[in-house]
Nanobody
Framework: QVQLVESGGGLVQAGVSLRLSCAAS????????MGWFRQAPGKEREFVAA????????NYADSVKGRFTISRENNKNTVYLEMNSPKPEDTAVYYC?????????WGQGTQVTVSS
């Protein structure tokens, strides 16, 4: 099992960059594919971005492609989400996800609010 702790959320103006971090508890962090999801009020949780165990492969939702960047540092057990040019519609609780052998683990979430 792995514990995930997100940080870096807050209130930002549209267009001002923000970086989210997710620290994992396990030394075997590199065994986990990692991802970010988000949930806006009244909406279902949706996929944002994912990164492979080595970091060589990434995948993004169309809504954030070209604006957000996911990365990881396996020696620090941390995955990041760089949010460039955020928009008010990016406002949501952002959740970190770890996947290993079809099991999913989630963090508690961090609120991101983008003002216009």
């Amino acid at each position: 099992q792995v514990q995930l702790v997100e940080s870096g959320g807050g209130l930002v103006q549209a267009g001002v960059s923000l970086r989210l971090s997710c620290a994992a508890s396990r030394r075997t962090f590199s065994n986990y594919a990692m991802g970010w999801f988000r949930q806006a009020p009244g909406k279902e949780r949706e996929f944002v971005a994912a990164i492979s165990r080595s970091g060589d492969n990434t995948n993004y939702a169309d809504s954030v492609k070209g604006r957000f960047t996911i990365s990881r540092e396996n020696n620090k057990n941390t995955v990041y989400l760089e949010m460039n040019s955020p928009k008010p519609e990016d406002t949501a609780v952002y959740y970190c996800n770890a996947n290993f052998q079809v099991k999913d683990y989630w963090g508690q979430g961090t609120q991101v609010t983008v003002s216009s």
